[in-house]
């Protein structure tokens, strides 16, 4: 079962609006949030020690890479002495019963000649992600450049976390012994600077429903991949908190509130619809923020509920 994540923007989508394929733009609407309480319906999560490959399918700057591979990296890394940190974030998922999943960054593959065409269903995403010779010691992440079309992508979501098996090795082979047969778990994401940045890139980009306010400027200087580090985020907590669709989630299991998706819209404190909330500026650049990671690199997280206080924790 895919769990597909649709930014929402500062949107809140009617619980009574049921089905993976309601959450569109066209039917989003203001509402009162509903009061959140995710429930462990006590299948298997994600924990332990889990290496996050990534594949980047179509063409990436180095630095673009590096912004999203500095992210991964910063999941379990040591807290810099800025604070707040990523990884002070990422802490909050071992709150949930029986965490918690240390995320290492693992190998990169590149294919920038788009080996499966431009347009790709959710079978070519499974597909992509299977190259990464996954295994339950793994989580694989697909993340599609800006021309690359995906089924469903801006119309109904921003990115997905799903899993699929894992094919097993030649008997004998090296990985046999470890990969299996199992299930793995892996996330897609798509960088929507040319295809829908007002839906998948907000905060960074002006917002195409909904109240409308000057968008903030991007910490790493690229709205396309600061908006990715937003959706990957989101998908990553929802993948170990729910990696195969009977983990922690309120709401019907086809169109889940996860640990992220429950707090849609709020990165800060005093979060409101069209505000992101209270957030630290750099004074040299202007741009907004709210965590620190490796090497300093800063990015913006968004609001994760905490299953001790049955609040939308955020780190500012």
Do not use: W
């Given at each position: 079962m895919a769990h597909r994540y649709h930014s929402l923007l500062v949107l809140l989508l009617a619980v009574a609006v049921a089905g993976a394929g309601a959450a569109t733009p066209r039917q989003l609407f203001l509402v009162t949030q509903p009061a959140v309480t995710?429930?462990?319906?006590?299948?298997q999560l994600l924990t332990g020690n889990h290496s996050v490959n990534l594949l980047w399918y179509g063409r990436f700057t180095t630095a673009q890479r590096a912004t999203v591979a500095d992210f991964v990296a910063?999941?379990?890394?040591p807290a810099p002495a800025h604070s707040p940190s990523v990884s002070s974030w990422w802490a909050t998922t071992a709150r949930y019963h029986p965490g918690a999943a240390r995320l290492a960054l693992g190998r990169q593959v590149l294919d920038p000649s788009l080996s499966l065409g431009r347009r790709l269903s959710e079978a070519d995403l499974a597909s992509l992600a299977a190259r990464l010779a996954p295994h339950r010691g793994?989580?694989?992440?697909?993340?599609?450049a800006p021309d690359v079309l995906v089924d469903g992508f801006c119309l109904s979501h921003c990115g997905l976390h799903a899993s699929a098996s894992a094919a097993a090795p030649p008997k004998g082979s090296p990985r046999a012994a470890t990969r299996g047969r199992g299930r793995f778990a892996y996330v897609w994401v798509g960088d929507s600077s040319e295809q829908c940045a007002g839906e998948c890139a907000w905060p960074f980009h002006q917002p195409t429903y909904g109240p409308q306010a000057p968008p903030l400027v991007a910490p790493n200087a690229d709205v396309g991949m600061d908006?990715?580090?937003?959706?990957?985020?989101?998908?990553?907590?929802?993948?170990?908190?729910?990696?195969y669709g009977g983990g922690y989630f309120q709401g019907p299991a086809e169109a889940p509130l996860e640990a992220v998706t429950?707090?849609?819209?709020v990165f800060g404190a005093g979060a409101y619809p069209g505000y992101?909330?209270?957030?630290?500026?750099?004074?040299?650049?202007?741009?907004?923020?709210n965590a620190?990671?490796?090497a300093g690199r800063r990015f913006l997280l968004p609001a994760m509920w905490d299953p001790k206080t049955s609040q939308c924790f955020t780190l500012v």
């Open positions: 995710l429930t462990n319906h006590h299948g910063s999941l379990s890394s793994s989580v694989a992440v697909v993340i599609t908006g990715v580090v937003i959706n990957l985020a989101t998908l990553l907590a929802g993948a170990v908190t729910n990696p429950a707090c849609t819209g992101p909330g209270q957030l630290s500026v750099d004074a040299a650049t202007g741009a907004s923020f620190v990671g490796v």
